[in-house]
């Protein structure tokens, strides 16, 4: 069974770079799947932030392509999220998530992270 876990601060001043770690268990990052970042924004749905796939090939949201970007550590098993020159707006829910057509998402818990001086 796949568990995911995210890891990272909880606040970020704006203009700072959020890094978050999504360790996982269960399945191995390099199996066929999207390795994905989503957030939900207080009071917002959910939005795709982008994902990693098999390969290291990552593909990201337009409205975010250009302060974001996903790497993965396969001896460590993770793959981790960078979000450039942050805003309040980014406040949100993160979240990692297994991906797939055929058989859904799993999801982490989620990880707060506030951004603000």
């Known amino acids: 069974q796949v568990q995911l876990q995210e890891s990272g601060p909880g606040l970020v001043k704006p203009s700072q770079t959020l890094s978050l770690t999504c360790t996982v268990s269960?399945?191995?990052?390099?199996?066929?799947?999207?390795w994905s970042w989503i957030r939900q924004p207080p009071g917002k749905g959910l939005e795709w932030m982008g994902a990693?796939?098999?390969?290291?090939?990552?593909k990201y949201s337009p409205s975010l392509k250009s302060r974001t970007s996903i790497s993965r550590d396969t001896s460590k098993n993770q793959f981790t999220l960078h979000l450039s020159s942050v805003t309040p707006q980014d406040t949100a829910v993160y979240y990692c998530a297994r991906r797939s057509v055929r058989i859904g998402t799993n999801w982490g818990q989620g990880t707060q992270v506030t951004v603000s001086s």
């Open positions: 269960g399945d191995s990052i390099t199996s066929n799947y999207a």
């Open positions: 990693i796939g098999y390969s290291g090939v990552a």
